[in-house]
């Protein structure tokens, strides 16, 4: 089945400094990736979405210049928090939807677990 | 703005017991998902539904979705402390190029 893999797992960081967290796909061409945030016991909230070469489109109160996102190739997608804050602690999940899947909907990547100090 | 409401937000049953988890949305959809998360874990895919009617079955969990409605519903039979997770569905958004919208997630224990 389709894969994506994201890394790192969980990373921890100080104030002020940027985090690169990078989703791939493992098996199939993915065309569109989505990247979610997740606070504790809360559910997911769409950050953005990114097509293979275009600006990804940010959703309503997310700081394109703080998230930047990257979508280079039909494998991989990047997120760069820059100038982390503690309150940019979070789960932050991405996902993938495009070619060569055998079924409708999206793949989800294991997530990463940021902690910034 | 689409809204998508699950319920309970909560559940806690013995096992053996049945349960439905209903998710209602206010916008005109035929693709809808249930999701499973366990505690520090990302999602796991459970039932994609594609259509009006549609109906699927993995174990103990069965899902359907009735687009007229609005609403999809995650029944579980005969609970096992293993289901013990959080629920979500999303709704696919197609004419906005195609993204989803979670409810707000049922969290399920099962109690032995």
């Given at each position: 089945?389709?894969v994506v893999?994201?890394?790192?797992?969980?990373?921890?960081?100080?104030?002020?400094?940027?985090?690169?967290?990078?989703?791939?796909s493992?098996?199939?061409?993915?065309?569109?990736?989505?990247?979610?945030?997740?606070?504790?016991?809360?559910?997911l909230?769409?950050m953005?979405?990114?097509n293979?070469?275009?600006?990804?489109?940010?959703?309503?109160g997310?700081e394109k210049?703080?998230?930047l996102?990257?979508h280079?190739?039909?494998t991989?997608?990047?997120?760069?928090?820059t100038?982390a804050h503690?309150?940019d602690?979070?789960?932050?999940?991405?996902s993938?939807?495009?070619?060569?899947r055998?079924?409708y909907?999206?793949?989800?990547?294991?997530?990463?677990?940021?902690?910034?100090? | 703005?689409?809204?998508?409401?699950?319920n309970?937000?909560?559940?806690s049953m013995?096992e053996?017991?049945?349960?439905?988890?209903?998710?209602?949305?206010?916008?005109?959809?035929?693709?809808?998902?249930?999701?499973?998360?366990?505690?520090?874990?990302s999602?796991?895919?459970?039932?994609?539904?594609?259509s009006?009617?549609?109906?699927?079955?993995?174990?103990?969990?069965m899902a359907?979705?009735?687009?007229?409605?609005?609403?999809s519903?995650l029944?579980?039979?005969?609970a096992?402390?293993?289901?013990?997770?959080?629920?979500?569905?999303?709704?696919?958004?197609?004419?906005?190029?195609n993204?989803?919208?979670?409810?707000?997630?049922t969290?399920l224990?099962?109690?032995?």
């Amino acid at each position: 089945g389709a894969v994506v893999s994201q890394h790192p797992s969980w990373v921890i960081c100080k104030s002020g400094t940027s985090v690169k967290i990078e989703c791939r796909s493992l098996d199939f061409q993915a065309t569109t990736m989505f990247w979610y945030r997740q606070f504790p016991k809360q559910s997911l909230m769409l950050m953005a979405t990114s097509n293979e070469g275009s600006k990804a489109t940010y959703e309503q109160g997310v700081e394109k210049d703080k998230f930047l996102i990257n979508h280079a190739s039909l494998t991989l997608s990047t997120l760069t928090v820059t100038s982390a804050h503690p309150e940019d602690s979070s789960f932050y999940i991405c996902s993938a939807s495009g070619q060569g899947r055998s079924n409708y909907g999206y793949t989800f990547g294991s997530g990463t677990r940021l902690t910034v100090v | 703005e689409l809204k998508v409401e699950q319920n309970p937000l909560f559940l806690s049953m013995q096992e053996g017991k049945n349960y439905t988890i209903y998710c209602n949305y206010s916008t005109t959809s035929d693709r809808l998902y249930w999701y499973r998360q366990d505690p520090g874990k990302s999602l796991e895919s459970l039932f994609v539904l594609l259509s009006n009617g549609a109906v699927k079955q993995e174990g103990r969990l069965m899902a359907s979705l009735d687009t007229k409605a609005r609403l999809s519903t995650l029944h579980i039979t005969a609970a096992v402390h293993d289901l013990s997770a959080t629920y979500f569905c999303a709704v696919d958004l197609m004419e906005y190029g195609n993204k989803l919208v979670f409810g707000a997630g049922t969290i399920l224990r099962v109690k032995s």
